[in-house]
């Protein structure tokens, strides 16, 4: 009988993963309730009530088990429970709505927990709607509030390159017409770029977002494009105009990086320094 790797388990919190067809151990476990494996073997799948999985190129293991879902779904005990998995599920719509909303822009500039930070984010504003019962509160009352707006002011869809460190210039925005403006800025000295990049692209734009209806509207800028060097430049990017709908109005500031070749502008496969940022929430 053919016999292979085993996971065994037993006193002390720790975990054996056996290799029986060289009859040795192939490493040794503590056991809590979500550890990460280190080892020379990469399990995936699941054995007697262990599972193995990996996230973002890392190994983890638990145990398997938990509450029935018709017992959540049913149970007086557990009425906090489905409140709380209400307003989740509210939380994570929310931002992928607004994710979906901005289009193109987000793929340009993003990070691997850009979903879990704006879940936190929208959590924050959620939990700023004081009208609705517990597990029914929503994004669209949060954000209707002075401190929702000031709560998605200021995101970074891409956390490796918030605005702040890559943009060291004054700006303005004005909300009426959505313009923002850069005057007097140097890009070589005025803005932290990533090597091999020789332009920079700047973008604005004004998403109308309604969290209730979930209906939206992005009107952008056009794309200012210019070399990275020492000259001074004064950078004006207004919309072609305000976007019109009952949701809030979110301004936005793009910055991209590019490689010029032989007269031809390449996107940099490296995107880390890509910026997308919440200029003002109104």
Known sequence: MQKTARVVVFGMGKILV????????????????????????????????????????KSFFRKKGGVS???????????????NM????????????????????????KDSRLSNRL?????????????????ERVISL????????RQLTGFDFNS?????????????????????????????EQLRFPEGANFASFQCGVLNLDFETGLSELVLSTVTNLPIDLTTNTIELVPAAMPTGTGVNIYVLMISFYQAVNGVQYSLKNEEFNVLHIVDVS
């Open 18 to 57: 056996i290799n029986f067809l060289r009859y040795e151990v192939i490493l040794i476990l503590n056991f809590f309730s979500m550890p990460r494996v280190n080892g020379i073997v990469n399990l995936q799948g699941s054995y007697d009530n262990m599972t193995f999985f990996n996230r973002e190129g």
């Open 69 to 83: 879902k018709q017992r959540i779904e049913n149970d007086p005990n557990f009425v906090r429970t489905r409140e």
């Open 86 to 109: 209400s307003e989740f599920s509210t939380n994570i719509s929310a931002g992928k709505l607004l994710r979906l909303s901005l289009g193109s822009l987000v793929f340009k500039a």
């Open 119 to 135: 879940m936190k984010t929208m959590s924050a504003i959620k939990n700023l709607d004081t009208s609705s019962a517990r597990g």
């Open 142 to 149: 949060g954000i209707a509030t002075p401190e929702g707006k």
């Open 160 to 188: 490796n390159a918030p605005l702040d460190s890559v943009l060291f210039a004054n700006y303005t925005l004005d909300n009426a017409t959505g313009k923002v403006e850069i005057p007097n800025i140097m890009l070589a």
